[in-house]
């Protein structure tokens, strides 16, 4: 297992309602500490997507390291607030218009326009406020298409053809743009990353007012055996070299920031659930591990086709190929297919299991808890606790009463 010991795991499974989501103060400080530490031309900033994870608990413990965070949404904005950041290190970068827009502007907090209509919209709500511009580069590299955020199929950000638009704005409103913000696609290599960075550099090139590059990638963070780890040291060494190259070139110092999510953390968190029951279809074809845990707690196998690590806690000494499922009534709620492809089911080698055996699942600390499609089938949310420095464990989220479920739910028959 990837940080939780057996003994721990048999402690949560006796003290706790499974499944729970269980976290590793210790492992989150050794990812801060590692993005704090890496090379960088002249300073960098660490942003922290808090879509991948919001528990007060986990953007508190960024605030104390002085991480600044990045929103996808005003209620996320107002979450962090929330969590005691300041309003000038939140910024949000938007899919969806906030509503409240004027009064967030009015607190301080940045605003990353990924629109030409979003850059008026927000001169008119308040001039003089600085502006940050988000750029599709239109740039290919990564696993396939529906995790791509930087080409041509992507609607985030603003097209890079459209750079003569912006700049036609920033003359007629005299905008005050400061950031050039770029997100693009994973499996990236050192390489890649210095072409992107001149690339990008050319962008802030043709902006004498801006003083930061925001790039981010979706590095690759194994979690299953077969994945490698991006190299982020060799990659941040490149990529302050071309900044270093520039300021020769300009004498512009361009500060960096980076907005890691999943890469950062996705290992600092385990699930720790139960098998449910042992099936088989026909005579012996598949055989079937139903878990009391998956698609309500760890939606992003199914959102993203990837696979988990994945143990069986018992004394068996025999093995088995089996298929993990869920405990949703939903076909989809299947955890062992094959890599990108959930048309076919790829059983995996686990210790022959007995119904009420603890299961682990490891590297669900992204886009899980937070993407969860809990109370569905009526499932309560789950329990979250943290694994603190001292080693005790704390809850850090209630697991919801049944009746929680459908509070919001008003009589009329
Ligand atoms: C989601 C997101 C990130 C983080 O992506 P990861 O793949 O989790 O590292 C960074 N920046 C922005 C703007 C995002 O929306």
Redesign the pocket.
């Known amino acids: 297992m990837n940080f939780l010991t057996r003994e721990q795991a048999i402690y949560i499974d006796k003290n706790f309602v499974t499944p729970v989501y269980v976290y590793s103060e210790d492992k989150l400080d050794e990812a801060i500490d590692s993005f704090l530490s890496f090379p960088s031309a002249f300073w960098h900033d660490v942003r922290f997507?808090m879509?991948?994870n919001s528990n007060i608990n986990i953007l508190k413990k960024f605030k104390n390291r002085w991480l600044k965070i990045?929103c996808?949404s005003e209620y996320e904005a107002f979450r962090a607030l929330n969590a005691w950041f300041d309003a000038t290190d939140i910024q949000i970068?938007w899919q969806e218009t906030p509503r409240e827009l004027a009064k967030l502007l009015d607190l301080g907090v940045f605003i990353?326009a990924s629109s030409l209509d979003q850059i008026k919209a927000i001169w008119e709500l308040k001039n003089g406020v600085k502006i940050w511009v988000?750029i599709n580069p239109g740039m290919w590299s990564g696993a396939f298409k529906a995790i791509s955020?930087w080409w041509e199929t992507s609607a985030f950000g603003i097209w890079h053809e459209f750079i003569p638009e912006i700049k036609e704005l920033v003359q007629l409103y005299n905008l005050d743009l400061t950031k050039i913000?770029i997100?693009i696609g994973?499996e990236n290599t050192p390489e890649s990353w210095t072409n992107s960075a001149n690339i990008w550099l050319d962008f802030v090139r043709q902006f004498p007012s801006v003083t930061t590059l925001d790039m981010?990638g979706?590095?690759k963070m194994a979690i299953m055996p077969y994945e490698k780890t991006a190299d982020l040291q060799a990659i941040w060494i490149s990529v302050a070299e071309k900044f270093q190259d520039f300021y020769n070139q300009t004498s512009r110092k361009i500060h960096l920031e980076v907005?890691?999510?999943?890469?950062?953390v996705i290992n600092s968190c385990s699930v720790v659930a139960n098998v449910d029951s042992v099936v088989n279809t026909w005579v012996d074809w598949y055989k079937f591990i139903r878990t009391n845990t998956w698609m309500t707690e760890m939606p992003r196998v199914t959102m993203y086709w990837v696979q988990q690590p994945i143990t069986i806690i018992n004394d068996s000494t025999e093995k088995d190929e089996y298929v993990v499922v869920g405990h949703c009534c939903e076909s989809g709620d299947i955890l062992t297919t094959k890599l990108y492809d959930q048309e076919i089911l790829e059983p995996v080698s686990l210790n022959t299991p007995s119904v009420w055996d603890v299961i682990v699942f490891d590297g669900t600390w992204?886009?899980n808890s937070s993407m969860s499609m809990k109370n569905y089938n009526s499932f309560p949310e789950a329990w979250e606790v943290l694994i603190k420095k001292s080693w005790e464990i704390v809850e850090i989220r209630k697991r919801e009463k049944p009746e929680d479920v459908w509070r919001n739910e008003i009589e009329v028959i």
């Not at 907005?259 to 950062?264: L, R, V």
């Open positions: 997507a879509k991948a990045d996808s970068s990353v988000r955020t913000h997100h994973s981010w979706w590095f907005e890691p999510g999943k890469y950062m992204a886009y």
